[in-house]
């Protein structure tokens, strides 16, 4: 509830959208880590935390079965992004 409340109150706070992020995983509310993880990407694309989040998202939504090939191709771009960031 509270990096929901910061969200709210600053959409353009990463960290508040990260850590969102980071709790809906943990609470299997896919939906809402996608969002918010997107989001957190878009104010830092150069973020690698951000970057493994969003992997280890579309990884946890590969293995329930939604949107399985979406989910590969995400893997997939995701391990890119990250050698591009970190060689």
């Known amino acids: 509830i509270h990096f929901k409340n910061a969200v709210q109150r600053d959409p ?4 508040a959208q990260y850590q969102l992020a980071s709790v809906a995983r943990r609470l299997a509310n896919i939906q ?3 969002a918010s ?4 990407i878009e104010l830092d694309p150069r ?3 951000a970057w493994i989040l969003f992997g280890q998202i579309s990884w946890d939504r590969y ?7 979406e989910s590969l191709y995400q893997v997939s771009r995701i391990a890119e992004k990250l050698l591009e960031l970190d060689p």
């Open 63 to 69: 293995m329930t079965g939604a949107g399985k090939q």
């Open 32 to 34: 809402l880590a996608l």
């Open 12 to 15: 353009g706070n990463f960290e």
């Open 37 to 40: 993880i997107n989001r957190a």
């Open 47 to 49: 973020s690698a935390k």
